[in-house]
């Protein structure tokens, strides 16, 4: 049997192998470690001069990245930035890579799934628009395009400028298309036409206002979404006594004394100022013909 001094040597003996081979760990342990952090700042010193690349899908802004450099005629662009010390500080070039994307002149109310595409939007995306016109949506204004959930501020930034909502004509639009207007509903659809007929054609928007409870502000909210396009010159000095007597502006004894004013006067003097001085129209009836469209004699 060992006595206790060879244990003690055995235990001593032991510990010194363990002791050595955990230092030839930490002395590896440390070359990779000093392996590794010089292998990563040579990979930064490397990077350093290797450009960054930036996709840029506003025009406007790629032109104010390279200054006086063209753009290319249409699509997206990418530009390609180097360091500082670099030569050829920005370069730029068209995306290759993927669809190609064009900017032309469009109305999102109608404009069809492929040429949404062609605009940038996905498949997924273009029919998105497309299901929200079909049930009845329309955007009455560019701004109302950027508040489709599918249309990325950036994207609307690219193509509001190329946005083309026509404005509803007054003089043609029918109740379909008059109730999509802000706060007009069938009521106002509905009496919008058919003082359009008394009058045989507005002549400006303002006549509007004419319409029983038709205010200024109701106006006001619709005002940039209409036009009034040129009506048929009102027929004033051939229509009959009864046919004048329709109109907004004439009464029926006024219509009387116009037929009677035209029937024996020259046509050098048919004119709306003669029949004011005449009395055959009241001051306030002159003033609003003398805005509408009358035909020559």
Not at 89 to 115: C, H, L, M, W, Y
Request: charged share 25%.
């Amino acid at each position: 049997m060992p006595n206790g001094n060879e244990k003690e040597r055995s235990g001593l003996s032991a510990s010194f192998v363990t002791g050595a081979i955990a230092l030839v760990f930490l002395i590896l342990g440390y070359q990779v470690a000093l392996f590794v952090h010089r292998a990563a700042q040579e990979k930064i010193i490397s990077n350093h001069d290797s450009p960054d690349t930036v996709y840029v899908v506003d025009r406007a802004l790629a032109q104010q990245i390279i200054g006086s450099e063209p753009l290319p005629e249409q699509g997206p662009v990418t530009v390609r930035k180097n360091s500082s010390h670099s030569p050829g500080a920005v370069r730029i070039r068209e995306q290759s890579p993927g669809r190609k994307v064009e900017n032309f002149r469009f109305n999102p109310n109608t404009v069809s799934v492929e040429d949404l595409q062609r605009l940038g939007f996905s498949e997924k995306q273009a029919l998105a628009i497309d299901n929200y016109r079909r049930k009845g949506g329309r955007f009455r204004r560019r701004e109302d395009f950027a508040k489709s959930f599918v249309v990325a501020d950036s994207v609307y930034s690219r193509l509001e400028p190329w946005i083309e909502i026509p404005r509803l004509d007054i003089n043609k639009a029918d109740s379909t298309a008059l109730v999509s207007l802000p706060g007009i509903g069938p009521w106002y659809a509905s009496k919008i036409i058919s003082y359009r007929e008394a009058l045989r054609g507005y002549s400006r928007v303002e006549q509007l206002l004419e319409i029983y409870r038709f205010d200024a502000d109701k106006l006001d909210a619709i005002r940039d979404l209409i036009n009034c396009s040129r009506p048929v010159p009102y027929p004033l000095w051939t229509l009959s006594e009864d046919e004048l007597s329709r109109h907004p502006y004439i009464s029926k004894a006024e219509a009387h004394s116009i037929v009677l004013y035209r029937s024996h006067n020259p046509e050098v003097e048919c004119t709306l100022d003669g029949l004011k001085k005449a009395g055959a129209l009241s001051e306030e009836h002159a003033g609003l013909l003398s805005h509408c469209v009358i035909a020559n004699r």
